[in-house]
């Protein structure tokens, strides 16, 4: 079983941070992979390759020309992150409970209507205007029931040594 995010329509000139946002927090929290669809996107791409040969673990992210096609062809549970959905603490045994591949499904520019259709879930983590970030973030933590907190991370070339003061960050 595995969580892959597919990110729609990112423009490049407009959602460059939020999409590696989207990317960071996916494989910090217990994703597989980040699919983004929209404009291709080298840099972003680069961003997230690095981030993963320095900090470890096995994540992908590659870009998706046909964004309905993808979803329509996935093999697993679609679960669409809205405000507009089912509340995440009501939503989330029924999701965990099939331990099928999961895509999950973030916006950028306006989602199209069809999205709400081809999700088997469209689940809000509130009702009111958000982050897909933050979305995604929480999604994530429920579904893992905080676990993906003291994840470990193999292939790592720095790791943080948590303290109350200050940063330091030691190559294994």
Not at 6 to 24: A, E, M, Q, V, W
Not at 119 to 133: G, I, K, L
Request: aromatic share 10%.
């Amino acid at each position: 079983m595995a969580i892959y995010v597919l990110r729609l329509g990112h423009r490049i000139s407009r959602d460059k941070r939020i999409s590696t946002h989207c990317g960071l927090v996916a494989r910090a929290f217990g994703a597989r992979g980040i699919f983004y669809s929209g404009e291709k996107d080298t840099s972003l791409e680069k961003s997230i390759n690095s981030a993963v040969r320095e900090w470890g673990g096995h994540f992908e992210i590659k870009h998706v020309n046909n964004w309905k096609r993808f979803i329509k062809d996935f093999r697993g549970q679609k679960i669409h992150l809205t405000m507009y959905g089912l509340p995440v603490q009501k939503t989330i045994p029924k999701i965990r409970k099939p331990r099928k591949d999961i895509l999950v499904i973030v916006g950028g520019e306006k989602v199209p209507g069809e999205v709400y259709q081809l999700a088997d879930f469209n689940v809000s983590v509130t009702s009111q205007p958000h982050s897909e970030v933050a979305a995604l973030a929480i999604f994530l933590h429920e579904y893992f029931q905080g676990m993906e907190l003291t994840r470990k991370f193999n292939n790592t070339k720095r790791k943080v040594i948590p303290q109350e003061r200050g940063k330091k960050v030691i190559q294994p």
